[in-house]
Antibody
């Protein structure tokens, strides 16, 4: 059973960089599949941020492409999200998940990140 | 890319069937059979209910079914139960753009 767990600061200052890590257990990232990040502002819908293949190839949403970096550390079986120059609009629950293209079968529990001074 | 269009809300009585639509474009929903559907209860992570348009993952009730026609995908819940009350999201993978897009979400209410 694949399990994912997000971790990182819950409060980020405006204009700074949001950083989150997703630890994966029950499956080796280097074995394949895509891995991605999805966010959900309070009371709103889901938004795809980007996905990464285990080789390091990345795909980003046009809405955040200029500010986002997703990377992988196969030695630790985890992948990370960095979102720069954040504003209050980036306040959301951030989910990491396994992306099979045909669907997202496995999700982390999500972590609320608030952008505020 | 714009979010896929879904009705804001759908309701039904226990035992009835309801259908949620998800409309995109020929570049996403209409291009491949990579539409998936998610159920989300308040405060919880989304749960996949349908993948590749009409396939159910192990453990998902056969009361949930998916289909597609042109640029519109649909999720049907038959024999509606109180536990089905939740938000539902569609998602489409657009191979030509190597991107995913979610629907705006539909709140299902069991009357």
């Amino acid at each position: 059973q694949v399990q994912l767990q997000e971790s990182g600061p819950r409060l980020v200052n405006p204009s700074e960089t949001l950083s989150l890590t997703c630890a994966v257990s029950g499956f080796s990232i280097s074995s394949g599949d895509y891995w991605g990040w999805i966010r959900q502002p309070p009371g709103k819908g889901l938004e795809w941020i980007g996905s990464l293949y285990h080789t390091g190839t990345t795909y980003y949403s046009p809405s955040v492409k200029s500010r986002v970096t997703i990377s992988v550390d196969t030695s630790k079986n985890q992948f990370s999200l960095k979102l720069s120059s954040v504003t209050a609009a980036d306040t959301a629950v951030y989910f990491c998940a396994r992306d099979r293209g045909s669907g997202w079968p496995d999700w982390g529990q999500g972590t609320l990140v608030t952008v505020s001074s | 890319q714009s979010a896929l269009t879904q009705p804001a809300s759908v309701s039904g009585s226990p035992g009835q069937s309801i259908t949620i639509s998800c409309t995109g474009t020929s570049s996403d929903v209409g291009s491949d059979n990579f539409v998936s559907w998610y159920q989300q209860h308040p405060g919880k992570a989304p749960k996949i209910m349908i993948y590749e348009g009409s396939k159910r993952p192990p453990g998902v009730s056969n009361r949930f079914s998916g289909s597609k026609s042109g640029n519109t995908a649909s999720l049907t819940i038959s024999g509606l139960q109180a536990e089905d009350e939740a938000d539902y999201y569609c998602c489409s993978y657009a191979r030509s753009r190597d991107s995913s897009v979610f629907g705006v979400g539909t709140k299902v209410t069991v009357l």
